[in-house]
Nanobody, 122 residues
């Protein structure tokens, strides 16, 4: 059974940085993995994906401040966020899918974590 556990969220001031982590178990390193977020009153949106080869893709509106990476030895997925903005406030979710080729950013993945809250204040 695939389990995904996010951590690293918190309350930060605008302009700051955060690194979110997602500890994965029961999965295979060939899986497509990604980060999504959902702000209050909004639909869940895709942030970034990374495939088995480490190739990445990002939501067009978020390129430049978000960096997805993974450490297969540690079974951990990361999301580095810099220059945080108030509008980045959201619940951030880690997700995985047993597919070697990632679908488009925002496509629904099969397995999900419970999320970690990021709150950015001005």
């Amino acid at each position: 059974q695939v389990q995904l556990v996010e951590s690293g969220g918190g309350s930060v001031q605008a302009g700051g940085s955060l690194r979110l982590s997602c500890a994965a178990s029961g999965y295979h390193s060939n899986y497509c993995m990604g980060w999504f977020r959902q702000a209050p009153g909004k639909e869940r949106e895709g942030v970034a994906l990374i495939d088995r080869d480490g190739d990445t893709s990002y939501a067009d509106s978020l390129k430049g401040r978000f960096t997805i990476s993974k450490d297969n030895a540690k079974n951990t997925l990361y999301l580095q966020i810099t220059s945080l903005k108030v509008e980045d406030t959201a619940m951030y979710y880690c997700a995985a899918d047993p597919t070697w080729v990632c679908p488009g950013v925002g496509s629904w993945l099969k397995y999900w974590g419970q999320g970690t809250q990021v709150t950015v204040s001005s």
